[in-house]
Nanobody
Framework: QVQLVESGGGLVQAGGSLSLSCVASGRTFGDYAMDWFRQAPRKKREFVAAITRSGGRTYYADSVKGRFTISRDDANNTVHLQMNSLKPEDTAVYYC??????????????????WGKGTLVTVSS
């Protein structure tokens, strides 16, 4: 089992920045690729970003490419999501997730085996 706890959400004006963190426990963090997803009101949960186990490769949804950065700190079992140039359409609950198969990167909800409870990001116009 992997337990995930997100933090860092809040209210920010459009054009501002926020940094989200997700602390993992339960299994060896370094064994897992890690993802961030988000779910806006009345919309399906969608992929935001992913990072490989080594941290050497990252993947982003087109809607956040160039604005968001995912990174990992294996010493502290933490994955981060730095969000810059935020837009009102980024408003959502952001979820940290780990895949069912630890070694591979997945970008779909179905590929995830573990989820945090989420942290709310609200971007005002």
């Amino acid at each position: 089992q992997v337990q995930l706890v997100e933090s860092g959400g809040g209210l920010v004006q459009a054009g501002g920045s926020l940094s989200l963190s997700c602390v993992a426990s339960g299994r060896t963090f370094g064994d897992y690729a890690m993802d961030w997803f988000r779910q806006a009101p009345r919309k399906k949960r969608e992929f935001v970003a992913a990072i490989t186990r080594s941290g050497g490769r990252t993947y982003y949804a087109d809607s956040v490419k160039g604005r968001f950065t995912i990174s990992r700190d294996d010493a502290n079992n933490t994955v981060h999501l730095q969000m810059n140039s935020l837009k009102p359409e980024d408003t959502a609950v952001y979820y940290c997730a780990a895949p069912k198969d630890a070694q591979f990167v997945f970008t779909t909800v179905g590929g995830m085996g573990y989820w945090g409870k989420g942290t709310l990001v609200t971007v005002s116009s």
